[in-house]
Structure formats: structure tokens, C-alpha cells
């Protein structure tokens, strides 16, 4: 396919991924907020800033730190780059640039949801209700991905797609640990700090809430019910997130998953890398794959993952440099 | 039920003097159109109404919408269709058809002869400076040899119907003609909205247009590759017509590329893929030939592959069209069509032009001059309904411009009679009222000869009383019906039971 085109795919699976993981990190700490009146206002919303990295950008534009700029800046602010109108509007941009290529059932479901995003403000949001809105874009995003499913042929354009999506994925599911982590153990980021938390039983009322909301918001609550019954600790909530290899949202899945698309699209049977992308993500993948949550916390977890973020950087920037860009 | 004794929808419908596509001169529905108007009739407003925004939404959903310039958000809105369809009879399609071939196959005769002898010149039959001084006349393609001497592969024929009712030229459209994708998905709109309509006609399909598209341009492909890439060539996501250019690259399976995707060496063309570089052997292209090729028509093109026309001289790659048809479509050199059609295949039009007249000829100018509050002043290398005048309706001030353009300019204008447009119904607020149409149908030529698919685009002037039909002047467009024939009228495989195919 054309490289112009694959890059379109890219950053369609990129972006529509990008437009569910803020959907859902918004609906989870506002909800969370609504339960847990020991966190302050300030505080649940300077968190999300941090996850997505963009506290200089909103500062610059909005006095207050309230519910109403925040969800404006996240929904609707066309001038912020990451905002859902911004991601959503860019998808379909990238998805009309090659309508062509892609399955025309793909085109109708992002433009739909680009043209019903705009009957949405932040008014109508909060008269109508945030989780509503959340649900909305969120099951937009999933009926994407499952027409892309049923629709899309098996091949390049489809591989370029997943691996944008995947790659977005385990950066959001890093991202998020990572400043969770640090919101809620603030001086426990060291590896002593893990062991003394573990050995105390999990923490007050406020941390146990805050470390559901986490699972929450990558949508792994259930999933990790279902897989560790003792309850939920910050070890085992990084652990399911960063190596579980079934879960879909964790980190090592998801890379497992870019991958398998580099090895397709490469058409690379071997165990060894054939391009420089292809090795970026498979030392990486091989690395997940062989590491347990002791090496983690030995590593420092904010440090382990600040270079997980790295290592998607750089992997996004081989893929480039190998397929993309001619 | 005829209009007198409407109760529905045509109650109060007014032909008033025109010809109406639908109803006849005595206020009866025209005998192949009563079934369809009886049911149209039945409808209640609300009902029409409610159909009108099912296909609204429709086509806003998949985007073939156009861009209101001026507002800051980009306003998008759907291509009015007026969900009226426009129906032709078998035996009237067969005669356009049979014009439309003859009419084509003299374009394409003529664009190789001035490319090559020129024997129509020195023949007097067409002034010689009329051709070559034209515009859009491409001195550097003389002498090129496109496969099987086709330079028109795609032909946009804009027809009309005058006050008789008789189906007139008015003008060719041979570079890269435009609306192809809006007949196609007129029809699949009306059968999502209408699918009782079509149960009660048999019309004609017309869903084979992109597979004798890409059969065509497989056609044409450079000696070498039994299996030839095929790409559709488009300025970009930010032409008007972009929806058509992605529509038709998909419905074709095949690549749909910017300048940017393609290079050229060795006077091959290349494009840009994840897996290298993949030789191009055919390339529908929809940028004009003056955006082509920076290397040798305008240097300022982005859109363009430098290098193409060369390897397209080469004979390395084909283009459709190709290079240089635009002095085919040229208004002035329109006026000689019919005798283009008797110098080279010693026929008659079967189809008739618009009168013409020229305003270069000395006696022409002086009618024209004369006479301009009564004619429809053109000039020659203008579309899309611009740079028109249209005497009857212009002010003096108006008039008095194209005049010292006109006496500026001789060669640069044409001056026709207004025709009465031909009108069809449409569905206006609540009930249906005549609005002007013309109809352009698409002319395929492939190594295989003249293919048309049945119908066309037909276009439709919204604007109460106005005749200008183009989407960027307030028209809209119509689903076209052809009648299927006496002879077409076994069944098809596809409709019959088990049973009958097992018996048949």
C-alpha cells in the first residue's frame, strides 16, 4: 500500500484509541470525585492534566481548575490537540484521505461519530449526564473497532490500523499507572515503599478507592476480579496492568499485539527482528514477556514505565522511519 | 388521475409552456410515467418529507456532502437530491444512445487528426487557427500515439430537451468530467427510500459503470504487464470533488494516489508504497492538464508528478484522458461538432447542437452584438456556470459588460438562443412544482468501443424559475430511470425461486 495511506491507518488506530482512553480517564475521575470528598477537587483534576501532559497547555488557557474547563478542554477544545473533538475530528480526516482503502462502513461509523459529536457541548454534557456522554464515546470507539473487524480485509492497511491502536493503548495504560501511582503513593515510589505497603495491608479507604478508579478507568476492573482474589494492592494493580498477558489493555498484551502486525506487515516468520521497527518492539515485547512484578519494583515503577513511554516513542518512530515515511 | 383531478402532491402543478419530463401537453402524465405518478401523488407531504431526511441523513453519514464556504466552522451539507426521479423510455435512451456514440467517436477522430495531419484543417473545414491557437490546444502532444487512438476515455455530454421537447448538445465535457459518483449514489439512495418504486418499474442497472471503467483503463495499459496497477490520480482531500475521486478508486479496488505518492525515472512512474516502489501502468487522472506536469505546463503545481508527461510520450504509462482534449470541448470549436461528424463518418448528428453563434465571424458579431438581451453569452473556456451571461434576465450594466468583452475578445465567447429548459417535478415544502433539468449521461470508450451506462446525471435547477443546474450555482441533482426495453423482458436469474431456476 502507499506509505502516505499506511500512515493514515496508523493514526486512525492511534487516534480513536486515544479518544477512548480520555473518554474513560475523564468519566472515571469524575466519578471517582463524586464518591471520594477526601480528594480535593484540585487534586483529581491536576491528575488528569499530568496523565495526558498537558497542565503548561491548560494553564495558559484556563483560569480555573473546575469541572466545567476541564471537560471542556478534554471534550470539546478544538485548540488542544488531544481533546476528543480534536482526535475524533482527525481520525475522520485521515479516515476521508482514504475512504478509498478502508471499508466504506469504517468511513460512515467515524464520520457519524464525528457529526454527532458536534450536537455536544459542555452544557448539554452536564444537563444530560457526563457518564451518558462517556458511554457514548466510548461504545462510538468500540463499534469502530468492530466494524473495522468484521469489514477490513486482513492485510496491510489493517496492521497499520492495530499497531497505531496498540501502541496507543499500551502508552495510555503506562501513562496512566504512572500518574496514579504517583498521585496515590506519592512517597512510595521506591522499591522499599511497595514492600512496606504490601506488608501493612493495603492503604486507607482513600487508596483502596483510588487504585479501583485506576483499574476503572482502563476498563479492568472486572477483568482483575477475576484473576486475583485477595483484593486489590498497587503490586498486583501493576502487575495485572503492565504484565498480564490476556488482558486486553495491559501493557505486554498490547505490544505483544503491535508485534504481531510489524511481523505481518514485514512478513517475518523468524524469532529475529528484519527492521529496525521490528526490533524496537520485540525488545521490548521479549521483555515483558520474561519480567515479573519483583523486577519492576526493583527497577522503580515510575522509572520502569517513564521508560516503557520512552520505548512506545521510539517504536512509533521506527515504524515511521521504516514503512511510513518515504 | 391526471393533473385536473389531483388531490395529492401535483395538485396545482403548472406545466407553464414548458416541456415537463412527466406530464404531457394535455395535463395527463406522459403514458410511461402514470404508474409513477399515480403513487407519487398518493404520498402525503409528511411522508415525502420524512423520506426527503431519511436521505439527508444518509447521505450526510457517508459524507458526500459539500463545503459552505464563509463560515468559519466549515458548514457541511448534503448534494440536494430531489427524490422525483427523472425517467427516460427505452426507445428515446436508444436514440441518445446511439447520438452520444456517434458524437464521441467523431471527438475522439478529430483529437487525433489535429494531433496528427490536421486533414479537417487543410481541409477548410475547421479554421486552422481556431485549433491551434486555442488554449487548450497542447502543441506538445503532436505526433503522441495514445493506445487505440483513444483521447476521450471518459465523456461528460450535457444534453437538454427545448420546448419541443427534441434533445439538444449543449456543450461536451472531455477533459475530466465530474458527477459520475452522484448518479450512482442517487439511484442507491432512491432504492433505500423508494424500494416500492422500484418493484413497480423495470429500470435499467446501472451499477456496471466502474467495472467497465477499470475494464477500459486495463484496456489501455502499456504493452508489457498482463496484470497492469491501475491508480486514480486526485489533487487531494481538499477538492470539491474529492468524494467522487475516493468513490470511484474504491468501487474500482485500486490505488488512489496524490502527486505526491508517484515519481517518475527512466521515464517510468513510480508509486511510493511500504514495500518500496511499484511501477504504475495506468493512471486515471482527475487533475487538469495544466496542474499535470510542473516540468512542462504550469511550474507552480504541487499536485503534479514532475515527469509524468514524458513517460507518458514515452509510452511508459497511459493516461485517461488524455493530454490535450480540451480543445474538443472548447465552446467555439463545439460549434463545428456536426460537421466534424459528417467530415469524418459522413453522417449526420443524430443529436442536434444548440444554434451557435460565433462571435469571431464578422457576421455573427454583429447579430450577436445586436441582439445580446436575447441570447446566452458563453465564454469559451469557463465551467461550472461561470463567466455566463444570460441576456433575457441580465441588467443593462450586465449586458453592456459582455459587450466590450465580447468586442475584446471575439474568439473568447458564444453566444447561443435561451433555451427553454425542460422541467421536471420536484418536491418543494409540501407538494411538487417544475424545476429546469438537464441530463448528463457518461460515455465510456475502451479498445472494445463506446459503452453507456443508462441515464446520467441529471441536474436540477432548485432555484424556482432558474436555469442554472450547476451544484455550485443552488442545483441539485435527480436519479435517472432508462426503461428497460420490450426485449429485456425475461427475468433475471436473480429473481426467480428455487424452483424456477431448477426448472428452467
Known amino acids: 500500500m502507499l506509505s502516505r495511506h499506511a500512515d493514515y491507518a496508523f493514526w486512525i488506530g492511534r487516534y480513536i484509541e486515544r479518544a477512548e482512553a480520555t473518554a474513560r480517564m475523564i468519566d472515571v475521575h469524575y466519578h471517582y470525585g463524586l464518591e471520594s470528598p477526601l480528594v480535593g477537587e484540585a487534586l483529581r483534576w491536576s491528575s488528569i492534566l499530568a496523565i495526558s501532559g498537558t497542565e503548561e497547555k491548560y494553564r495558559a488557557r484556563y483560569k480555573d481548575l473546575d469541572e466545567k474547563n476541564i471537560l471542556h478542554f478534554f471534550a470539546f477544545d478544538t485548540d488542544n490537540p488531544n481533546s476528543l473533538a480534536s482526535c475524533i475530528a482527525y481520525a475522520r480526516e485521515n479516515a476521508r484521505s482514504i475512504r ?27 444537563k444530560v449526564s457526563p457518564h451518558t456522554f462517556f458511554t457514548w464515546i466510548k461504545n462510538e470507539s468500540h463499534l469502530f473497532q468492530g466494524i473495522t473487524n468484521r469489514t477490513l480485509m486482513m492485510g496491510e492497511t489493517r496492521d497499520f490500523h492495530d499497531a497505531g491502536r496498540f501502541l496507543e493503548r499500551a502508552d495510555q495504560s503506562a501513562r496512566i499507572l504512572d500518574v496514579k501511582y504517583h498521585d496515590l503513593l506519592p512517597s512510595f515510589t521506591q522499591e522499599s515503599a511497595i514492600r512496606d505497603v504490601e506488608a501493612v495491608g493495603v492503604g486507607g479507604t482513600v487508596d483502596d478507592h483510588g487504585w479501583l478508579a485506576v483499574l476503572k478507568s482502563v476498563g479492568a476492573f472486572e477483568a482483575f476480579r477475576k484473576t486475583y482474589h485477595e483484593g486489590v494492592t498497587p503490586r498486583r494493580v501493576a502487575e495485572f496492568l503492565i504484565l498480564n498477558p490476556k488482558f486486553p489493555a495491559s501493557v505486554r498484551h498490547s505490544i505483544g499485539r503491535v508485534d504481531g502486525c510489524l511481523k505481518r506487515i514485514g512478513k517475518n516468520q523468524d524469532p529475529t527482528p528484519n527492521n529496525l521497527a521490528e526490533r524496537e518492539v520485540g525488545k521490548l515485547y521479549q521483555e515483558l514477556n520474561y519480567m515479573s512484578a519483583e523486577d519492576i519494583i526493583k527497577e522503580g515503577l515510575h522509572e520502569f514505565l517513564d521508560r516503557v513511554q520512552l520505548r512506545c516513542i521510539h517504536i512509533g518512530d521506527a515504524i515511521r522511519e521504516c514503512y511510513l515515511t518515504y | 388521475m391526471n393533473l385536473a383531478s389531483s388531490t395529492g402532491l401535483f395538485r396545482g402543478y403548472e406545466r407553464e409552456g414548458f416541456f415537463d419530463e412527466m406530464i404531457g401537453l394535455n395535463g395527463e402524465p406522459r403514458s410511461f410515467c402514470r404508474q409513477l405518478f399515480e403513487t407519487l401523488d398518493a404520498m402525503s407531504p409528511e411522508d415525502f418529507q420524512a423520506r426527503r431526511e431519511l436521505a439527508d441523513l444518509t447521505l450526510m453519514n457517508q459524507g458526500i456532502t459539500f463545503t459552505v464556504y464563509g463560515h468559519e466552522a466549515g458548514i457541511e451539507k448534503p448534494f440536494p437530491v430531489d427524490l422525483v426521479p427523472r425517467v427516460i423510455q427505452s426507445e428515446e435512451w436508444t436514440h441518445l444512445e446511439r447520438g452520444l456514440t456517434q458524437r464521441v467517436t467523431a471527438l475522439n477522430l478529430f483529437l487525433h487528426d489535429v494531433y496528427h495531419e490536421g486533414k479537417i484543417l487543410s481541409d477548410g473545414i475547421i479554421p486552422r487557427d481556431l485549433v491551434v491557437n486555442a488554449p487548450n490546444y497542447r502543441r506538445e502532444f503532436v505526433g503522441a500515439n495514445p493506445p487505440g487512438g483513444i483521447y476521450i476515455h471518459v465523456c461528460g455530454t450535457d444534453l437538454i ?72 490520480l486526485t489533487p487531494g482531500v481538499y477538492n470539491s470533488a474529492y468524494f467522487e475521486h475516493s468513490f470511484l478508486a474504491q468501487q474500482m479496488g485500486v490505488e488512489l494516489v496524490e502527486g505526491r505518492d508517484l515519481f517518475v525515472e527512466d521515464n517510468q512512474v513510480f508509486m511510493k508504497t511500504t514495500r518500496g516502489a511499484k511501477r504504475v501502468d495506468v493512471i486515471y487522472r482527475r487533475v487538469d492538464d495544466d496542474f499535470l506536469d510542473p516540468l512542462v505546463f504550469r511550474q507552480d503545481s504541487l499536485l503534479g508528478v514532475p515527469g509524468l508527461v514524458n513517460a507518458y510520450r514515452a509510452g511508459n504509462v497511459s493516461l485517461a484522458n488524455g493530454i490535450g482534449t480540451g480543445i474538443a470541448d472548447d465552446k467555439v470549436i463545439y460549434a463545428y461538432v456536426p460537421d466534424m461528424i459528417k467530415y469524418y463518418l459522413g453522417e449526420n448528428a443524430i443529436i442536434p447542437n444548440v444554434d451557435t453563434f460565433l462571435p469571431w465571424r464578422e457576421s455573427d458579431r454583429q447579430h450577436v452584438l445586436a441582439n445580446l438581451d436575447n441570447l446566452v453569452v458563453k465564454a469559451t473556456n469557463e465551467s461550472g456556470g461561470y463567466g455566463m451571461l444570460i441576456g433575457p434576465q441580465a441588467t443593462k450594466a450586465e449586458i453592456e459588460e459582455f459587450r466590450a468583452k465580447i468586442e475584446a475578445d471575439p474568439r473568447g465567447y458564444i453566444a447561443q438562443p435561451l433555451i427553454s429548459l425542460s422541467r421536471s417535478p420536484c418536491f418543494v415544502e409540501d407538494h411538487f412544482e417544475g424545476r429546469h433539468v438537464d441530463l448528463r449521461p457518461y460515455i465510456l470508450v475502451g479498445l472494445d468501443g463506446v459503452k453507456i451506462v443508462p441515464g446520467g446525471l441529471t441536474r436540477v435547477a432548485l432555484r424556482k424559475g432558474s436555469y442554472v443546474v450547476n451544484s455550485s450555482q443552488g442545483g441539485g441533482s435527480k436519479d435517472t430511470w432508462v426503461l428497460g426495453g420490450p426485449l429485456e423482458q425475461e427475468q433475471r436469474l436473480g429473481d426467480m425461486t428455487q424452483r424456477q431456476v431448477m426448472n428452467a
Open chain 2, 161 to 232: 430537451r427545448d420546448g419541443d421537447g427534441v434533445y439538444r448538445v449543449l456543450e461536451d465535457n472531455c477533459r475530466t468530467p465530474s458527477g459520475v459518483s452522484y448518479m450512482l449514489e442517487n439511484r442507491m439512495i432512491l432504492m433505500r427510500v423508494f424500494p416500492s418504486l422500484f418493484r413497480q418499474h423495470r429500470i435499467r442497472p446501472i451499477d456496471d459503470y466502474t467495472s467497465i471503467l477499470l475494464a477500459n483503463l486495463r484496456s489501455i495499459r502499456p504493452g508489457r504487464s498482463a496484470n497492469p496497477t491501475v491508480a486514480v
Open chain 1, 100 to 126: 478509498d482503502t478502508i471499508s466504506s462502513e469504517m468511513w460512515e461509523s467515524v464520520n457519524k461519530w464525528y457529526l454527532g459529536m458536534r450536537t455536544w457541548n459542555v452544557e448539554a454534557v452536564l
